[in-house]
């Protein structure tokens, strides 16, 4: 990818000696656009970042983990500005076009004092193929790296979206919990980058649950810098975009839900045949949050009266004598008979693999949605519990 340079150090904020500190430049400013958390409480990246982004351009990123700066009050402001213009005054670029994020442990002050040190060792030596090291430093509680590229081209000129992510607990809608970071050499204006991002997030990043939390520093912020030649000026050049874009945001989205703390299986449920398109919705996202469907799948019990009394509750508009409910190709429900116990056999055969699709089909319209989720084992409470120590 043309113009993007990374790079990921170990700057000691966090304890264990990992890497914590992460850099994106674009060697030329780039439109810019970014969605954040709906979160009342927020942390101080982004109320800063909420006013930068307005511009519509941005040229760096800067990203620290182990520490949320949340909860830091008008010192956290303070530290946020000072980190993007000590990254500036290192790149030689406006401090108005440095961002930066921050995950982890809220409430303690950002280390400054390592922050500065480590700035001149952050800023040297970036690298365009340096985007794991990039991922590796943004991780909290992740066990994987999040990474997905995209090549594709518009009349004949190629391009390519690249996008990294970090979540794994405090994982629900209203922007998902975690940080993303797209960037892509195409040319197009921060006005239809900022649509076409929120297309994409509001079919991933906003069809996601882990927990059912939502954080207070949730991120996604794209860049283009239109260095590879390819330009969006036709409604049919936004739409390739917009494809690509969407299968780069909806791959995160489930990388994030397969690392999901604890997890051990990702979960697609489809709502089918809803009256509405918030029957549909209300319906998946009431099952996906349910903690009894989630701890029935972790332990690989086709409870479907969980899954059908989740919808009930939902606010959807639901018939159970018209209900159908397959798990993958074995049906387990038909006009709201149970199929029997054979049938309950065969899903738990199912439930063993680490991926499956449930499927409710309400049977009274035409409208349909779906949510990525994971299942609620032990080791989420342990590593919740833990988290401070």
């Avoid at 303690?108 to 430093?137: C, H, Q, S, V, Y």
């Avoid at 089909?361 to 779906?370: E, I, R, V």
């Amino acid at each position: 990818m043309k113009g993007f340079k990374f790079k990921g150090i170990t700057a000691n904020i966090k304890k264990d000696g990992k890497k914590d500190l992460a850099i994106i430049f674009s060697t030329r400013p780039a439109a810019a656009a970014a969605l954040f958390t709906e979160n009342r409480v927020v942390a101080a990246p982004v109320i800063m970042g909420r006013e930068r982004i307005k511009s519509g351009l941005c040229q760096a990123v800067v990203v620290n983990s182990g520490n949320a700066n949340c909860f830091t009050g008008d010192q956290g402001l303070r530290d946020a500005s000072e980190t993007a213009k000590v990254a500036a005054h290192a790149l030689n670029i406006p401090e108005a076009l440095v961002m930066v994020a921050s995950t982890g442990v809220i409430g303690a002050p950002l280390p400054m004092d390592k922050l500065r040190n480590a700035m001149p060792e952050l800023t040297t030596d970036m690298e365009e193929d340096g985007i794991e090291e990039f991922a590796k430093a943004i991780l909290t509680t992740d066990l994987a790296m999040k990474l997905v590229s995209r090549i594709s081209s518009i009349k004949g000129e190629k391009f390519t979206i690249s996008g990294v992510a970090k979540g794994s607990g405090m994982i629900r809608p209203n922007m998902a919990t975690m940080l993303a970071f797209i960037c892509t050499d195409l040319d197009i204006s921060s006005a239809l980058l900022k649509s076409a991002l929120k297309i994409a997030c509001d079919q991933s990043f906003n069809r996601i649950s882990v927990d059912g939390d939502t954080s207070t520093n949730d991120m996604v912020l794209a860049m283009a810098n239109g260095m590879s030649g390819a330009v969006v000026e036709e409604s049919d050049d936004a739409l390739e975009f917009q494809k690509v874009l969407n299968e780069v945001l909806l791959e995160l989205s489930k990388m994030i839900v397969r690392d999901g703390e604890g997890a051990t299986k990702l979960v697609k449920i489809v709502i089918k045949g809803a009256l509405s398109a918030e029957d549909a919705y209300k319906a998946a996202d009431a099952i996906s949050h349910s903690n009894l469907v989630k701890t029935a799948i972790y332990g690989e019990d086709p409870n479907w009266g969980r899954i059908t009394a989740a919808a009930g509750r939902s606010g959807a508009m639901v018939d159970p004598d018209r209900m159908d409910l397959m798990f993958d190709d074995v049906v387990l429900v038909k006009r709201g008979i149970w199929q029997g116990v054979e049938a309950e056999k065969r899903a738990a055969t199912i439930m063993k693999n680490s991926e499956l699709e449930i499927c409710l089909d309400l049977n009274l319209g035409n409208f349909s949605d779906f949510y990525y989720f994971c299942d609620f084992s032990e080791k989420y409470v342990s590593i919740n519990a833990d988290y401070r120590s």
